[in-house]
């Protein structure tokens, strides 16, 4: 399969478990949103998707390769924590740019992939 596979995923915080069984699929060009209330679990799923957290049990693929052992910096996954920009001094555009900058992608590349996204989700 292409694109995102999460598999039985658990993690446990103390004695509460954060997620329990979490699995779904997600093919390559389609939108996902991962909703819930405040504690449900949605910022550790996205930590683990980019190697910022291991799960306790369970598997994430990516295009039918699991990311367990792969580090962040090697996934190619962004992040944006619940705050709603990364830089609140620079523009939509500039903070999506952000991590492709930071990865030495050329400008060309990086105003195709920003435009790209910003259209996918009305923001162009």
Same mark, same amino acid.
């Given at each position: *399969?292409?694109?995102?596979?999460?598999?039985? =995923?658990?993690?446990?915080? $103390?004695? %509460?478990? &954060?997620?329990?069984?979490? #699995? +779904?699929?997600?093919?390559?060009?389609? =939108?996902? /949103?991962?909703?819930?209330? #405040? $504690? #449900?679990?949605k910022?550790?799923?996205l930590e =683990?998707i /980019?190697g910022? /957290?291991?799960?306790?049990?369970?598997?994430?693929?990516w295009? $039918?390769?699991?990311?367990?052992?792969?580090?962040?910096?090697?996934?190619?996954? $962004?992040? *944006? +924590?619940?705050?709603? %920009?990364?830089?609140?001094?620079?523009? %939509?555009?500039?903070? &999506? /740019? +952000?991590?492709?900058? *930071?990865a030495?992608?050329n400008?060309?590349?990086?105003?195709?992939?920003?435009?790209? &996204?910003?259209d996918? %989700?009305?923001?162009?």
């Amino acid at each position: *399969m292409e694109g995102l596979e999460i598999q039985d =995923i658990w993690k446990r915080f $103390g004695e %509460v478990d &954060v997620l329990r069984g979490v #699995s +779904f699929k997600q093919e390559k060009g389609e =939108i996902l /949103a991962l909703l819930g209330p #405040s $504690g #449900s679990g949605k910022t550790t799923l996205l930590e =683990i998707i /980019a190697g910022l /957290a291991d799960p306790d049990q369970g598997d994430c693929l990516w295009n $039918g390769e699991s990311l367990l052992e792969v580090p962040p910096h090697l996934r190619n996954f $962004g992040l *944006m +924590f619940q705050e709603y %920009v990364l830089f609140p001094h620079k523009n %939509v555009g500039e903070n &999506v /740019a +952000f991590g492709l900058k *930071m990865a030495g992608t050329n400008r060309e590349i990086t105003s195709t992939r920003v435009n790209e &996204v910003l259209d996918l %989700v009305g923001l162009s």
